[in-house]
């Protein structure tokens, strides 16, 4: 079965700075889709990014990224101009050929004024 | 407002008891999923259910099920509760099978059972 997991369950930055959230993944599949959820303490869950397993290309949005290696099954979330609205958990999930999601446990994150 | 829609947002009852959350997808969206999230499992998927019919099962008991009617919104029925059900409970959807774009996420239902 897969598994996601996010070896960070707590993080935080400086408004303004850029942090990085990891998140690994176990899989023998070759094709999948990754994903980055937020939870803000709205507890509403936010899609913030999406990965194509098969595109090499890292996907981007706005101030958003990703560092995906496929090879190390890796997919971490990069922030940029941390802003306050930031803070939230943060969830990986993998989505497999059976369109089932895996969840990572999330990573907290905190911005500093 | 993410346009899916849960009922209730927050529920307690007693353990024993049955209750039924409710979910109205965004407009569109033709699948419907179920998700719980409790502290110490983190997001688990339940069971997806694609125009009516079922498509993909997660870890869901055997003392819940779940449906979706065919003006697309679904009821997951909670049976012979017990505590540690107390949960939230999402419901997503999104507009294909697969989501491959990934989902659109109610603000869930705060279960509580005492």
């Known amino acids: 079965a897969q598994t996601v997991t996010q070896s960070q369950p707590e993080m935080s930055v400086q408004e303004a700075e850029t942090v990085t959230l990891s998140c690994t993944y176990d899989?023998?599949?070759?094709?999948?889709?990754l994903f980055w959820y937020k939870q803000p303490p709205s507890r509403q869950m936010i899609l913030v990014i999406r990965q194509e397993a098969y595109k090499q290309q890292n996907a981007t949005e706005n101030r958003f990224s990703v560092n995906f290696q496929k090879a190390a099954k890796s997919f971490s979330l990069k922030i940029s101009d941390s802003q306050l609205g930031d803070a939230a958990m943060y969830f990986c999930?993998?989505?497999?050929?059976?369109?089932?999601?895996?969840f990572g446990t999330g990573t907290s994150l905190t911005v500093i004024p | 407002d993410s346009g899916v829609t849960q009922t209730p947002k927050h529920l307690i009852t007693a353990t024993g008891q049955r209750v039924t959350l409710r979910c109205s997808p965004r407009s569109g969206d033709l699948s419907v999923y179920w998700y719980q999230q409790s502290l110490d499992q983190g997001l688990q998927f339940l069971i997806q259910?694609?125009?009516?019919?079922?498509?993909a099962k997660g870890n869901i008991l055997e003392r819940f099920s779940a449906q979706q009617f065919p003006d697309l919104h679904s009821e997951l029925n909670l049976s012979s509760l017990e505590l540690g059900d107390s949960a939230l409970y999402f419901c997503?959807?999104?507009?294909?099978?697969?989501?491959?774009?990934?989902?659109?996420f109610g603000s869930g239902t705060r279960l509580t059972v005492v």
């Open positions: 997503a959807s999104s507009v294909g099978e697969g989501g491959f774009y990934g989902y659109t």
């Open positions: 259910y694609y125009n009516g019919e079922e498509r």
């Open positions: 899989t023998s599949e070759s094709d999948y889709y």
């Open positions: 999930a993998y989505r497999s050929k059976s369109n089932q999601f895996y």
